[in-house]
């Protein structure tokens, strides 16, 4: 089946411009989840979405990023005035609800977009 | 206190030998920690999993160990392989509040021919 899609797989931008960046989760799952990695880096959490509850926005780094998710399936990532230190690569993740109830309870995750400000 | 600490940075390890990564926490209301291994290119992806209530977890050649008291859980790579190199993350969930993973910094493996 079909897994956690994510566009563009790399984007460039320059400074100051402002970016969107697709994640089409798995048919069916409730929750999604946006993370950062940057080189060498861990993941990152930005922000987390589940059924239509308000989102968990505390990982957003500034006011110049913001996401929504329509209708309970794609989820657009947005960042403003880009900066050079926004570079990294952004993936997406989605899973049916409540994590390690089961072994398929887990996050399944995006290719990842790479994002490179000039 | 949401932090999952990862050692080490990275791993050189000889074709048939072990491989160990450790991670530590201290959020005590973690009720669950995955590993995930990520391939260049690709997101991760989950390995292998345990609860707290049990004290190793083993499937194939990769096993989880897993002390409560020291807030402590480390993966074990057993006869690695070329095909294992690549980036492990530990991770935890918190018991309460948002089913979201606190993830540790990473280890990237290479196990030399």
């Known amino acids: 089946g079909a897994g956690v899609s994510q566009s563009p797989s790399n984007k460039v931008t320059e400074k100051g411009k402002d970016v969107e960046l697709r994640c089409d989760p798995i048919s069916g799952h409730t929750a999604l989840y946006w993370y950062r990695q940057s080189l060498g880096q861990g993941l990152e959490f930005l922000i987390y979405f589940q059924g239509n509850s308000a989102p968990d926005k505390s990982g957003l780094p500034s006011d110049r990023f913001s996401a929504e998710r329509t209708g309970g399936s794609v989820s657009t990532l947005t960042i403003q005035r880009t900066q050079q230190e926004d570079s990294a690569v952004y993936l997406c993740?989605?899973?049916?609800?409540?994590?390690?109830?089961?072994?398929?309870?887990?996050?399944?995750f995006g290719p990842g977009t790479r994002l490179t400000v000039l | 206190q949401q932090q999952v600490k990862q050692s080490p940075q990275s791993l050189i390890v000889q074709k048939g030998g072990i491989s160990i990564i450790n991670c530590a926490y201290e959020?005590?209301?973690?009720?669950?920690f995955p590993w995930y291994q990520q391939f260049p290119g690709k997101g991760p992806a989950l390995l292998i999993a345990?609860?707290?209530?049990?004290s190793e977890k083993k499937e194939g050649r990769f096993t989880i160990s897993f002390n409560k008291s020291a807030k402590q859980f480390s993966l074990h790579i057993m006869d690695s392989q070329p095909g294992d190199s690549a980036t492990y993350f530990c991770a935890a969930r918190s018991s309460g509040g948002f089913q979201k993973l606190v993830f540790g910094t990473g280890t990237r493996l290479l196990v030399s021919p």
């Open positions: 993740a989605s899973s049916l609800g409540l994590i390690g109830r089961s072994s398929t309870d887990t996050q399944y």
């Open positions: 345990i609860r707290p209530d049990v």
């Open positions: 959020n005590t209301a973690f009720d669950y």
